[in-house]
């Protein structure tokens, strides 16, 4: 006789969730996902907090979580180091800078000289200054997870070669297969 194993949430393994996030066990909730646009990911592949991973490892579908994931576990601290003054002369095209652009809190995008893409958060602007903070946002914060396992499935050939999963009728795969036409990926 034999018996369906259940697919548990493991490496190569397209995993579907749905989860409240908060800030610290009884703080702020800065995230919820639902059944009907659950965040789907491959199990595994780096796309995820390596400590995310750990607590979800080994659960099936329709089975619950509960946990907590200290700072360090998560984004780390705030790390001044990651605070850039960059010369306002830097956001210019054409001589002007786009309207509304250096708004305080804004994220700008901007790439460094060997390709590496990063967000920065604009926390102060003067005449010839604007002052970036590129710590994650939620850098310093003990996360708290609650929510359940909704789908496991064997993640096929071609999610593995693209790094994130197709034909799931969500927008997980990002800008990704767009930007890089060599990808293959025609799941836009």
């Given at each position: 006789?034999?018996?369906?194993?259940?697919l548990?949430?493991d490496?190569n393994?397209?995993?579907?969730?749905?989860?409240?996030?908060?800030?610290?066990k009884d703080?702020?909730i800065?995230?919820?996902?639902?059944?009907?646009?659950?965040?789907?990911f491959?199990?595994?592949?780096?796309y995820?907090?390596?400590?995310?991973?750990?607590?979800?490892?080994g659960?099936?579908e329709?089975?619950?979580?509960?946990?907590?994931?200290?700072?360090?576990?998560?984004?780390?601290?705030?790390?001044?180091?990651?605070?850039?003054?960059?010369?306002?002369?830097?956001?210019?095209?054409?001589?002007k800078?786009?309207?509304?652009l250096?708004?305080?809190?804004n994220?700008?995008?901007?790439?460094?000289?060997?390709?590496?893409?990063?967000?920065?958060?604009?926390?102060?602007?003067?005449?010839d200054?604007?002052?970036l903070?590129?710590?994650?946002p939620?850098?310093?914060?003990d996360?708290?997870?609650?929510g359940?396992?909704?789908?496991?499935?064997?993640?096929?050939?071609?999610?593995?070669?693209?790094?994130h999963?197709?034909?799931?009728?969500h927008?997980n795969?990002?800008?990704d297969?767009?930007?890089d036409?060599s990808?293959g990926?025609?799941?836009?």
């Open positions: 006789m034999i018996v369906d194993e259940k548990v949430a490496k393994k397209v995993v579907s969730v749905r989860y409240e996030l908060k800030l610290g703080g702020e800065v995230e919820a996902v639902n059944e009907e646009k659950p965040f789907v491959i199990f595994g592949t780096g995820m907090l390596e400590k995310f991973e750990d607590k979800l490892k659960l099936s329709n089975e619950t979580f509960k946990f907590n994931l200290s700072s360090d576990e998560a984004y780390g601290q705030r790390n001044e180091e990651n605070l850039a003054e960059i010369p306002m002369n830097a956001f210019e095209q054409n001589g800078v786009e309207k509304g250096l708004t305080i809190g994220y700008i995008p901007l790439r460094d000289e060997a390709g590496n893409h990063y967000n920065g958060k604009v926390i102060s602007v003067t005449k200054m604007v002052k903070d590129f710590n994650h939620l850098a310093g914060e996360l708290h997870f609650t359940a396992v909704l789908e496991v499935r064997e993640a096929t050939e071609e999610e593995l070669s693209h790094g999963v197709h034909g799931h009728g927008d795969c990002g800008d297969c767009e930007s036409p990808s990926c025609n799941c836009h």
